[in-house]
Nanobody, 114 residues
């Protein structure tokens, strides 16, 4: 069975940093592009970042470009999201996704607040 387990969320002050992790199992991770999405309270789930299977190419939503970095370690079946210069509007539940498939983790909560 496909499993995606996000971790690393928490409470952080504006301007702070946080690193999210997503550990995958149940599919061939090394062949799978991966993505991060987020969903703020009362809002639609939105795309945050994606990375190719090799990590050679990345893509970011305009709202996070220059602040967030997606990366992966295929040896650990893990994709990361390094978040810097966090803003209150980054507050959301962050989800890991196997790109092009409806596979999601349970999400990890990120709250950016003073």
């Amino acid at each position: 069975q496909v499993q995606l387990v996000e971790s690393g969320g928490g409470l952080v002050q504006p301007g702070g940093s946080l690193r999210l992790s997503c550990t995958a199992s149940g599919f061939t991770f090394i062949l799978s592009p991966m993505s991060w999405y987020r969903q703020a309270p009362g809002k639609e789930r939105e795309f945050v970042a994606s990375i190719t299977n090799t990590g050679g190419r990345t893509n970011y939503a305009d709202s996070v470009k220059g602040r967030f970095v997606i990366s992966r370690d295929n040896g650990k079946n893990t994709v990361y999201l390094q978040m810097s210069s966090l803003k209150p509007e980054d507050t959301a539940v962050y989800y890991c996704r196997r790109s092009s498939f409806d596979y999601w983790g349970q999400g990890t909560q990120v709250i950016v607040s003073s």
